[in-house]
């Protein structure tokens, strides 16, 4: 359902893509370029894929899955360390059910599962401190992934804990910034696109403003989207027109829900409990300042200074979710893609995640057996 | 009687005999079965079919139905799919110590009733009591037998291009009625799940004379694993429409939430039919007209024989492959 | 990235709201829209709402998305 209520005739989707390809393909007769657009959000990775836009759009417009899914960007060694921290008698790892496949070196939060450790999924962080004054003899910890969306959501646990002093409460922060990736994207990585499809939910905190930098600093445009077909259709085509006219420029095209300025209230609170920190992403190594921990005031809350868990270096494979998620390969240049990592067997995190690009394209895109 | 089951009423003695006769063999009034070992059945000649199903449900209780309810619907609808008419059930009980009995006793009764409304018999039973912590309440295991059907039987032989994909209603009732009824996600809704037997609609659309090709209940990993089994099993290329598939708000909504796909929902009352393109509005009528199956509908059809596969018409007209479920769907944030 | 619905709000308590997506209810936290009235719907994310959707601005959108299905491309 669109961010309206009242029925969206799918006569306009329908129409509105064609007209996408039109202008996509008249741009390509002029330039003799495909124009490439990188969405950065998971789930527009996987509605784009999953209603069927990608399909439609083959060929005329090139939709290159960046670094959108918190899953899929989370380091090896950070994943390793949350599985480890669930290792030990008397503890209850509360966490999205996102994470619970995720392979790490050893296993996945599921095995452990499996094994008998308490790991349990809750819908909202919230649930964990619930949770935790349930418990009162065992330690709660909360795995806590995201980008903006969902750090706001994090603090407000973290402030519920510290409001009713809840001592046995604490969170395993892995949290991820999405200005730092795009610049990194643009600078380190220097992906070949035309502009972004910026993502919605994240922007619902950060606001239009801050994308600002994308065209002082490198003049690449950009349309925050919202996940319904005509959301993202109209922001594709906007994109088109943009580069058509070559006048670079941040358009919101999610104005019910997105506002300039963004949620300050959630702004407000994320940086009273967190604060900026170094982080590695998958495949890209350490970006600096590009993540959120909790803030040393608050350290009594942060498992990793909790609890003294101690992962090696992780083994190298030929996954290539790294790339992926850079937006420089794609799931059917990956040697593993489809035959040694599939869903049930997922060596990168890119599979497991629904909305990562491997597990989008195998679920939605893959033609053969 | 003892309020709650006890180690002692599954040892054989005085308090098994007790539980025996107060809860299952009132429930299931078939006293002059309960005296042998074995329970004498008549079949008519022909072929028998066999199957057997094992229920664990959490909750055991749910809006809609309860286990009880469940192991008879479960196992009746897998005799009725295979277009043969169930006749007799046998019902296994595994028990935790400490289970309350008056909850016993209401699915044993619930299941004693289904039965009864399903035309079927229970002919044997088996209890067994586990010690606290060996058994999650209650499990359940019934097996199911039936003969098939000399007339009016379904041809899957017969599977051709253009023969229409049915459903007998909505998807993923079950599914989001047992994960709301769970708590533990927060979900609030007044969806039932929608486990019933459903042998007498599948009766009256076989006599109907309409022909069916195939027929399968899309329980675990719901319609589209299901018909991606019959797409492979069969060799069709089987094409379903987005649009089609009746799915009600709440369920829609739920998924929304949890970030579901409503096509993987687990079904108890639904049935998947693969019917002759020109026998469609027939088979429709008949489902129609049960309460189970009014919101039955035609939700695709098959492109071709050869290569067996399904794909899923988007509502944007492009089209994409629909495979099994990949391990138990988990709510996610992201 | 993350995962978010619409929900009407149909009961406004302190600190959370009871919302409806579509038949379907579920608290969440209004930490982050505190002003929101009953009746209007927000976007909804891990549990908490995290903007109210401006039906102004919704129906801005649905017309000119409708507009542009209809328009020539030159």
Known sequence: MPALFEPVDPGVAKELARKVIQLADRYKERTGITPAFMEVCGSHTMALARTGIKQILQGHVRLVSGPGCPVCVTDQKQIDAMIEVAESENRIVCTFGDMMRVPGSKRSLLSAKTDGRDVRIVYSPLDAVRIAEENPDKEVIFLGVGFETTVPVLAAAIQLAAKKNVGNFSMWATTKLVQPVLRELLTVKKVKINGFLLPGHVSIVLGEKAYRFLIDEFRMPGVISGFEPVEMLSAIYKLLEIITDNRPAIVNNYKSVVRPEGNQAAQKIMYEFFEPCDEAWRGMGVIPQSGLDVRGKYSRFNAKKKFNVEVGEPKKTLCRCGDMICGIASPEECILFGKACTPLHPIGPCMVSTEGSCAAHYAYMRKDG | ?334 | MCVGVPAKVIEKKEYTALVDVMGTKMEVGILFVPEVEVGEYVIVHAGQGMSIIDQVFARESLNEWGKMARAGII
């Open chain 2, 1 to 334: 009687m003892e309020r709650k089951v006890t180690l002692a009423c599954g040892d054989g003695g005085e308090l098994a005999h007790k539980l025996i006769q107060q809860v299952f063999v009132s429930a299931f009034q078939n006293q002059d079965a309960s005296r042998f070992d074995s329970a004498f059945l008549s079949l008519e000649s022909g072929k028998i079919a066999v199957t057997t199903d094992s229920f664990v449900v959490n909750p055991l209780f749910f809006p809609g139905g309860n286990i009880g309810k469940i192991a008879v619907a479960g196992t009746v609808n897998d005799l009725s799919v295979a277009g043969s008419i169930p006749l007799y059930l046998t019902a296994g009980f595994i028990i935790e110590e400490g289970f309350p009995l008056e909850d016993l006793r209401k699915i044993v009764r619930s299941l004693a009733e289904e039965a009864s409304a399903a035309g079927v018999r229970i002919v044997a039973g088996d209890t067994k009591v586990v010690e606290k912590g060996g058994a999650d309440g209650l499990y359940i295991n019934t097996t199911g037998i039936g003969v098939q059907r000399a007339e009016h039987a379904i041809r899957p032989g017969e599977m051709q291009e253009g023969d229409d994909v049915i459903i007998s209603g909505t998807v993923g009732d079950h599914g989001i009625a047992i994960l709301a009824a769970r708590g533990e996600l927060g979900l609030m809704t007044d969806l039932q799940s929608d486990c019933t037997p459903l042998n007498h609609m599948i009766d009256k659309v076989l006599e109907s004379g309409a022909h069916v090709r195939m027929m399968r209940d899309p329980t675990r990993g719901g319609v589209a694993t299901t018909l991606v089994e019959i797409a492979e099993d069969f060799g069709a290329a089987i094409e379903i429409s987005e649009t089609a598939l009746p799915i009600r708000n709440e369920v829609m909504g739920a998924c929304d939430i949890l970030g579901f796909d409503p096509l993987y929902l687990a079904n108890e009352g639904k049935v998947i039919l693969i019917v002759a393109r020109n026998d469609r509005q027939r088979v429709l009528d008949v489902l129609r007209a049960f309460p189970e199956g009014r919101n039955a509908a035609v939700i695709g059809h098959i492109t071709g024989m050869g290569e067996g596969r399904l794909l899923l018409e988007t509502p944007l007209g492009s089209r994409r492959r629909l495979r099994r479920l990949s391990g138990m769907m988990l709510p996610r944030i992201c």
